[in-house]
């Protein structure tokens, strides 16, 4: 169970142990809810449908321990972010289950890649994966290693002008203005159906393509800039594979922001194929964020 109140809307991290893996990870939520003003919820999910009567004491015993790991985390987290107001609970029950019943009240979700910094024994593909696909609010996933933010800080928005996330442009935009940081919005343009594959067949003009993906970007970006006047916004297109393109954008940015895809009413299914990538490759945080129409 998540005693996250709704009316709150924090930033709910999960962990598992006290390690520095873990408090890079909690550092990352830490510095998000004091750039939102927002306060901070660790959550330690001891993983389990349920435990019969006769492992009650080993429970009990589990639980205390849990709350010997959370609590130390809580007090050195508001040790170094004095001015975030931070909680901490261990719950019992399905990790996935349980961060995306906190979702629904949460402003952001934060996890490890890998578990690492989350929950340790399950691969990107279970919880990380699972929360990153069905979450109803962003989530963002932490890379073990990961440099803090530079001073001349980034943020990267990966856009497909075939499909574009309103949602994940207009988080990408809140996340530059409170950073202070400069957006780029960069689309990859490359197509294996645009190639000529025949004798006689004539490639198509990538240039106009290229300006024609431009001129969306720009597009985009015009529709925001008045709410944002502060945010610095350069538009990028490049003929790559997009992971290509998203996973090189990453390097010595402060976030990757990306859509996820099942625009179609029906709950997604999976993340999009470059979204998912994006979650092995980015050399930074990437924020997942979600449709309304997903819902």
């Known amino acids: 169970m998540c005693d996250v109140k709704a009316v709150s809307r924090p930033i709910v991290v999960g962990v598992e142990e006290e390690s520095d893996t873990v408090r890079a990870v909690v550092r ?14 660790l959550l330690q999910v001891l993983d389990g449908p349920g435990v019969a009567s006769d492992k009650g004491c080993e429970r009990a015993r589990d639980t205390t321990q849990s709350t010997a790991i959370v609590e130390p985390l809580a007090a050195w987290t508001h040790s170094e972010f004095p001015n975030v107001a931070v909680t901490a609970q261990t719950a019992t029950g399905r990790a996935a289950e349980t961060l995306l019943a906190c979702s629904a009240k949460a402003s952001t ?3 490890g890649h890998r578990g690492t910094g ?3 024994r399950l691969p990107l593909g ?11 609010c962003p ?14 800080a980034r943020v990267v928005v990966g ?3 075939n499909d574009v996330s309103a949602e994940a442009l207009d988080a990408a935009f809140v996340e530059a203005a409170l950073r202070g940081a400069h957006l780029e919005i960069v689309h990859a343009n490359f197509h294996f159906s645009e190639m000529p594959v025949g004798p006689g067949m004539v490639a198509p003009d990538f240039k106009a393509l290229d300006e024609a993906a431009l001129r969306i970007l720009d597009a985009e970006a015009a529709q925001r800039v008045e709410r944002y006047p502060g945010v610095d916004v350069r538009t990028h297109v490049e003929r790559v594979r997009p992971s290509t393109l998203l996973a090189e954008a990453s390097r010595g940015a402060s976030l990757l922001v990306v859509g996820s895809h099942g625009r179609s009413g029906l709950r997604r299914l999976m993340l999009g194929s470059v979204s998912a990538e994006a979650l092995h ?5 990437v924020m997942v964020v979600p449709s309304v129409d997903n819902h």
């Open 139 to 152: 989530v963002v996933i932490v890379r073990p290693g990961e440099a803090a933010e530079s001073p001349k």
């Open 159 to 161: 856009v497909d002008i």
């Open 28 to 41: 990352h939520a830490a510095r998000q809810a004091e750039l939102h003003g927002s306060p901070l919820h």
């Open 118 to 120: 989350g929950f340790a």
């Open 126 to 136: 279970s919880v990380s994966w699972q929360v990153a696909t069905h979450a109803e």
């Open 281 to 285: 490759t980015a050399a930074c945080p």
């Open 109 to 111: 979700l934060v996890l």
